[in-house]
T-cell receptor, first 114, second 111 residues
Framework: EAGVTQFPSHSVIEKGQTVTLRCDPI?????LYWYRRVMGKEIKFLLH????????ESGMPNNRFLAERTGGTYSTLKVQPAELEDSGVYFC????????????FGQGTRLTVV | KQEVTQIPAALSVPEGENLVLNCSFTDSAIYNLQWFRQDPGKGLTSLLL?????REQTSGRLNASLDKSSGRSTLYIAASQPGDSATYLC??????????FGKGTKLTVNP
């Protein structure tokens, strides 16, 4: 069974540019989550999809961040325009059920905004 | 607001030693607690999931306990090996369904 895959693994962009991160969850997992870890801080929740619907987007920092999940399969997270404080590692996770099942994480995308 | 604390932040032990990692959380209204392992530059690997009705879970040399009422969990690693070196993360899932993470404990097992 393929795990959660994220693209790209690294991205370096200039302030003001746009970046799109992609996540392919485990097949059959309706629940998809985005998390972020900025330098020196703990991993924090951004967004939760159930199939193609946004269940909870309370962790999204501001309207420069836009997440989509086309057809309930893969998801994209776009940052436009990027700011310096957006630098960090962005993780995607998927799970079969909403509660009490393991969350499987991708390897993360390391975003550096210069 | 749920907060998760992990102590110690870093730990260095000789190979073969048994060790305990600690995790505490402020809101006991959780559905489950998960322990993860993260190797440098890699994603998170789920180690153990303990549901709120359970007291402990075991997998190989790992044993995790949960005391929900006191807001504490421990991860016990028996007979540590250099390959156990990694950052160990604790996360709780409550009614909002999201995982709330601690900052992690960086473990180094010296040969």
């Amino acid at each position: 069974e393929a795990g959660v895959t994220q693209f790209p693994s690294h991205s370096v962009i200039e302030k003001g540019q746009t970046v799109t991160l992609r996540c392919d969850p485990i097949s059959g997992h309706d629940n998809l989550y985005w998390y972020r870890r900025v330098m020196g801080k703990e991993i924090k929740f951004l967004l939760h999809f159930v199939k193609e619907s946004k269940q909870d987007e309370s962790g999204m920092p501001n309207n420069r961040f836009l997440a989509e999940r086309t057809g309930g399969t893969y998801s994209t997270l776009k940052v436009q325009p990027a700011e310096l404080e957006d630098s960090g590692v962005y993780f995607c996770a998927s799970s079969r059920d909403r509660l009490n099942t393991e969350a499987f994480f991708g390897q993360g995308t390391r975003l550096t905004v210069v | 607001k749920q907060e998760v604390t992990q102590i110690p932040a870093a730990l260095s032990v000789p190979e073969g030693e048994n060790l305990v990692l600690n995790c505490s959380f402020t809101d006991s209204a959780i559905y489950n607690l998960q322990w993860f392992r993260q190797d440098p530059g890699k994603g998170l690997t789920s180690l153990l999931l303990i549901q709120s009705s359970q007291r402990e879970q075991t997998s190989g040399r790992l044993n995790a306990s949960l005391d929900k009422s006191s807001g504490r969990s421990t991860l016990y690693i028996a007979a540590s090996q250099p390959g156990d070196s990694a950052t160990y993360l604790c996360a709780v899932q409550g009614g909002s369904e999201k995982l709330v993470f601690g900052k992690g404990t960086k473990l180094t097992v010296n040969p």
